[in-house]
């Protein structure tokens, strides 16, 4: 071989070793991640905690307070060097689906492709693979949402309940005829107008395509006609969205209150009628617009349907975090609400003690039933399970509660958890309805005592702008005719309580025209 031919056969090794020689420059992978526990020993620990390197997934009272955060070697240190007591759970966090199951509630739930990282007595947490399903069970849910663990300012309530006639009236108008027309039409019993056109709902699947996006139809057309500001979020552009009514306070400074529930459903094929998991909810935060609309709150009120929420509560997690910054004082959140199998009529409250104000706020749905003298046992659980809506806003600090049937087993009362859960099975025949209307009624009215109701507005001033004009009277006459039980019929424009709003109610008003406030 000659020279020149051996010189240029080196040179191209040399070529061929440098190109498969790994470049210093090369982007270094991603670095580990793991599951930490971090033990709190104070009030102020959370706080801190609010500013350190760390994904923080869930923070749980019971026990001993701590909190769950994914975490690289800069967080670990960081928790070293602040003196936090902590433990790693998963050396591979980067590659797994944390699932959090309520031991408190007496339940256990396994699963065949996961790790058991912890378990006590009030709750267990698995590992799975990332790439996992979601659970549906209502005793489980997954750490798929960043915590906050900076307190938000909260809202002072009342410390005592004092009833109010007015919302006495309120609830005295809850209708349960009209309730089981629109149950029935929502979980797919009886025929629904929609778009003037008759269809039958046959699954709230948020994967289900037409029958959920029908169903999405059927209740905005319902709130569009209260006159309410009616808005749509779409949070997955292939599923539905959820559905936003509002009605403004008279006082900016009063913050906004939100009334909800979740529209889709279970099971993920064939009939899913959904009548109670959350047809109930979703039928009283309709109703509840209906009564309150025509009455004037300080707050803002907002009545809000979810979606997504059976695959891992993704609708209320895409409005919490897209509302997290305004003046939201507190979420009351409907799950589950027409079950009662025992005739206790026993009923959990379901709030964080970790989240300021969230207590309060259940607490005062207590006090709310007891004074008005409602036919309900509620019990109030400070660290509740986090398995539905409410659980989204308590992840963005805000304060939420749930108000669900007897889903824990309270002293000298077993639970009482609906037997039909995610079947096909789960229709309106099985309401306890007497108990459905009351769960509604203590739900309107602590939520008409959140938002305070304006009692000191004259009676044909119908809103509140401290005169009569023509704008009280044309809304006083676009509800001639209409009668107790149908949707548009109020108490309010019903000024002799007979039941119908007819040509008696319409010149009292008229008689009114003109009235200013002395003050």
């Not at 994904?55 to 003196?83: C, D, F, K, M, N």
């Not at 994967?207 to 006609?225: C, F, H, I, K």
């Not at 939201?328 to 003690?353: E, F």
Request: with cysteine; net charge negative.
């Amino acid at each position: 071989m000659s020279y020149k031919r051996r010189l240029l056969t080196c040179l191209m090794v040399l070529v061929l070793l440098v190109a498969a020689t790994p470049l210093s420059s090369a982007a270094p992978a991603d670095p580990p991640q793991v599951l930490v526990r971090i033990w709190l020993a104070g009030s102020a620990d959370a706080a801190r905690l609010a500013g350190a390197p760390l994904l923080p997934i869930a923070h749980e009272p019971l026990p001993q307070p701590y909190v769950l955060a994914r975490s690289e070697a800069a967080g670990l240190a960081w928790l070293t060097a602040q003196g936090f007591r902590s433990e790693v759970l998963d050396q591979d966090a980067a590659h797994a689906q944390y699932v959090m199951a309520d031991t408190a509630a007496g339940y256990e739930a396994t699963f065949a492709d996961g790790v058991l990282l912890f378990s006590d007595t009030s709750r267990a947490l698995w590992r799975r693979p990332a790439t996992a399903s979601p659970p549906t069970n209502h005793h489980t849910w997954t750490l798929n949402q960043p915590v906050r663990l900076q307190p938000r300012a909260v809202a002072g309530l009342p410390a005592a309940i004092t009833p109010i006639p007015m919302v006495q009236e309120i609830i005295d108008q809850v209708d349960l005829p009209r309730l089981m027309v629109y149950a029935n039409e929502l979980s797919g019993q009886t025929p629904a107008t929609i778009n003037g056109q008759p269809y039958t709902i046959t699954t709230r699947h948020s994967a289900s395509g037409t029958p959920v996006t029908q169903a999405v139809n059927y209740m905005a057309e319902r709130l569009q006609r209260l006159g309410l500001n009616v808005t749509t979020q779409t949070w997955n552009a292939t599923r539905p969205p959820n559905i936003i009514a509002e009605k403004p306070g008279l006082n900016p400074a009063a913050g906004i209150y939100i009334i909800s529930g979740h529209l889709d459903d279970m099971p993920s094929n064939g009939l899913a009628p959904g009548a109670d998991d959350d047809g109930s909810g979703s039928v009283a935060v309709l109703q509840a617009a209906e009564i309150l609309t025509p009455y004037n709150f300080n707050a803002t009120l907002r009545f809000v349907l979810f979606t997504g929420e059976e695959q891992g509560l993704y609708g209320s997690a895409a409005y919490a975090n897209l509302v997290q910054n305004q003046d939201i004082r507190g979420v009351l959140n409907m799950d589950m609400i027409a079950w009662d199998g025992q005739g206790g009529p026993d009923m959990d409250l379901h709030a964080k003690s970790t989240v300021p104000g969230s207590v309060s706020l259940a607490q005062t749905f207590a006090d709310v039933v007891s004074a008005y003298q409602l036919n309900l046992t509620p019990v109030v659980y400070n660290n509740g399970a986090s398995n539905s809506d409410h659980s989204s806003f308590w992840n963005v600090g805000i304060p939420a509660f749930l108000v669900i049937e007897n889903y824990y087993s309270d002293p000298g009362i077993p639970a009482d958890f609906n037997a039909y859960y995610h079947t096909a099975n789960d229709r309106t025949q099985y309401y306890n309805q007497t108990y459905y209307r009351t769960m509604i009624r203590a739900s309107v009215a602590t939520f008409a005592h959140m938002a305070g109701l304006r009692t000191d507005c004259y009676w044909a001033d119908l809103n509140c702008d401290e005169t009569v004009n023509a704008l009280d009277l044309a809304q006083a006459a676009s509800h001639w005719s209409a009668t107790a039980g149908q949707w548009n019929y109020s108490r309010v424009y019903d000024v002799d309580d007979n039941g119908a709003v007819d040509v008696v109610d319409v010149q009292r008003f008229a008689a009114a025209w003109g009235w200013v406030s002395p003050g």
